[in-house]
């Protein structure tokens, strides 16, 4: 769901704080037979040869590049991203008009990992403009009766959220949701009405859960504030979330603080035990060199005229707000590659470099751990990736 607080949260904190670094070598090859099927194929090397095999379908067409060397590196790359305005949900569901009886999207997504022979798999249905119904379960012997099956059924309206699950593990109730305080996307200001001027947004979420097998609940709160395309200074976000029955509190701060650069810090804390926890996190791009040239006016009359227009442009375009340069980023393809660093208080480190090699991205990143000094290097490894 496009306005979700958990999930745009946990997914700017995952890539700033908690990414992955390879292990060994791992060559990841995928394709787009048609505009509705697509395959991946892995292959590692991390003690045992390992690998996995997955397929997807989806009924809608996908008319996105698939070419590992034609996609930008921003859109496949985890890292900050900017949350939008609210939009107002579609007043017809999409379909595709070739499907027999006119069959609402549906997305089926399956994978087999090898050796363990663990099974995951997806189906995804599209219900209404404003609902769809997710279901997600995975086969394992390791795991308990052999495998979990967890159903989703999600309604985004835009200036609310909500979504409610079962899972098989422990029969899991629960319920989330997310309002966004502001105007409503579904009632936009007549033409007498002034425009919105909102630089930014705050949201209130929760969620309950409940085990009817083994009698226990929870529940946990979060509220976020985060700035929108109109804010001219600095892109930010901060969120705040409690778990009253746990004890945990936690605090998190992403900002974009440069055209190529974007930092993130977390910061734990339970009431019950008085342990804290802190992390930091930070991301730079590199772009490629480009060839800056100057042009040189001589003479007068309407040529010179034209270049004081020119260069009065170019200041006027150096003038503008910081807003509009860091709107540019998703649409720079320029960017040749992304370092990203963590760091948290008991020193362990991880450093990760993505970016291309003609047509293979790569993958390569370390993790250290400064404290166990006959062991500090924890984790080397290397990702090659190729789409056709």
Request: include cysteine; charge should be positive; hydrophobic fraction near 35%.
């Amino acid at each position: 769901m496009g306005n979700g607080l958990s999930t745009k949260t946990k997914s700017r904190r995952i890539a700033l704080l908690f990414f992955d670094t390879p292990r060994g070598l791992r060559l990841n090859v995928s394709s787009l037979a048609s505009q509705n099927f697509a395959s991946s194929y892995t292959l590692g090397s991390v003690g045992l040869v390992d690998g996995s095999l997955s397929y997807l379908y989806s009924s809608l067409a996908v008319h996105e590049r698939s070419r590992s060397g034609d996609l930008s590196l921003r859109n496949i790359v985890q890292g900050y991203r900017f949350l939008q305005e609210l939009r107002k949900p579609e007043s017809k569901l999409v379909t595709n008009p070739k499907a027999p009886h006119n069959r609402k999207p549906t997305l089926l997504y399956g994978r087999l990992y090898l050796p363990q022979s663990t099974l995951e798999a997806l189906y995804l249905r599209r219900l209404s403009p404003t609902k769809q119904f997710k279901l997600s379960c995975v086969s394992d012997s390791a795991l308990h009766r052999g495998g979990a099956l967890l159903a989703l059924l999600q309604q985004d309206n835009g200036k609310f959220s909500t979504e409610y699950l079962y899972s098989t593990d422990s029969a899991l109730l629960g319920l989330r949701g997310l309002y966004n305080f502001g105007p409503d996307p579904r009632n936009p200001s007549g033409p007498d009405d002034p425009p919105d001027q909102l630089y930014g947004r705050f949201s209130a979420g929760a969620e309950l859960y409940y085990g009817l097998l083994n009698k226990s609940g929870g529940m946990s709160t979060g509220i976020r504030f985060t700035t929108l395309p109109k804010h001219a200074g600095f892109p930010y976000t901060m969120t705040l979330t409690l778990n009253p029955l746990m004890g945990n509190l936690s605090s998190t701060y992403a900002v974009k603080a440069g055209r190529n650069i974007a930092l993130c810090s977390q910061f734990d804390f339970n009431f019950y035990s008085y342990e804290s926890d802190l992390r930091l996190g930070c991301e730079l791009w590199r772009r490629r060199p480009r060839l800056q040239q100057s042009v040189v006016v001589v003479g007068g009359g309407q040529e010179n005229g034209g270049g004081e227009v020119a260069l009065a442009q170019d200041e006027a375009a150096l003038r503008g707000n910081s807003s509009s340069i860091f709107r540019r980023d998703d649409a720079d393809n320029d960017v040749s590659g992304v370092l990203k660093a963590r760091w948290d208080q008991n020193w362990r480190i991880g450093l990760l470099w993505e970016g291309r090699i003609k047509e293979l991205l790569f993958s390569l990143g370390a993790s250290f751990d400064l404290q166990r000094r006959q062991q500090i290097f924890q984790a080397v490894g290397l990702e090659l990736q190729y789409s056709s």
